[in-house]
């Protein structure tokens, strides 16, 4: 099981592992001040080989997916293309 707790603090403080990637965000003073979570850590999502801890503020729980629980994972994909310049005719003549 994923100790989001331990994962999180080791992150906010550095050293993780090389197999981790710990993504953050400074919190803006004013939205902070609005929302009453000035005085909150910033924001942290930390990827592990074991799963994902995201920590948004005070006021939201911590969000967790401990891939061990798993029974299997789907990546599902949607995308659109979009003409390019010369294939539209906008940049011929």
Known sequence: MLDTQAVLGQAR?????????VFTK???????FLRGTSADPDPLLVITPDGVAEYVD?????????FGSLARISL??????????SRS???SG
């Open 58 to 66: 005070s006021k939201k729980p911590v969000a967790v997916v401990d």
């Open 76 to 85: 599902r994909v949607s995308g659109s293309t979009f003409p390019t310049a």
């Open 26 to 32: 400074a919190r803006g003073r004013v939205r902070g």
């Open 13 to 21: 403080h550095g050293g993780v592992p090389a197999n981790w990637r």
């Open 89 to 91: 005719g906008w940049m």
